[in-house]
């Protein structure tokens, strides 16, 4: 199935859009490399110049769109008094933001339908979420806003630690 060159053309806006928001006031150059994958999709790998990696994999027969927030932060980075942290948080920065409480938030979730989730290894603590196309814009505001700017509300904490 062959998407229309429309749709093409919004994957490179979105992803252009990312990227300069992304990288608004930092100092220095935007390294790009770009590759193919071993199916022969494109990948385009970009590091910004804080360190932050983006990813953009060109998949126009695909029906959806994916985006993940990769945090180098996992349970090797616990100590024994602060054992699970890392987890918890996985799950505490979805208990509201700088913009949005948690009814809000799960409002937002519905509203855009697809899949979003959260996981906790050694190594890393991945969010991701899968939607449609046209939710693109809103479901990338919504895993950002939850990923970079939790409020961690206090109210909500013990909440948290009894789902949890």
């Known amino acids: ?47 910004l110049p804080n360190g932050l990696q983006v990813w953009h994999i060109e998949r126009p027969d695909s029906a959806l769109v994916a985006m993940v927030v990769d945090v180098r932060v996992g349970s090797r980075d616990e100590t024994e008094a602060n054992g699970g942290i890392a987890h918890f948080l996985e799950h505490y920065v979805h208990s509201g933001t700088r913009r949005w409480n948690v009814a809000e938030i799960a409002k937002m979730r519905d509203r855009l339908g ?19 196309p046209d939710q693109f814009d809103a479901s990338l505001e919504l895993l950002a806003e939850t990923t970079m700017h939790p409020s961690l509300p206090p109210e909500r904490l013990e909440v948290e630690r009894r789902e949890d």
């Not at 490179?12 to 490399?33: E, K, N, Q």
């Not at 899949?115 to 449609?132: C, D, I, K, Q, V």
């Open 1 to 47: 199935m062959n998407r229309p060159s429309a749709f093409a053309a919004r994957s490179h806006r979105c992803w252009a859009l990312l990227l300069a928001v992304a990288t608004a006031g930092l100092p220095g150059d935007i390294s790009a490399v770009d590759t193919t994958q071993s199916d022969g999709a494109p990948l385009h790998h970009y590091v």
């Open 114 to 132: 697809g899949y979003g989730n959260a996981t906790t290894t050694r190594e890393h603590t991945r969010y991701y979420r899968e939607t449609l």
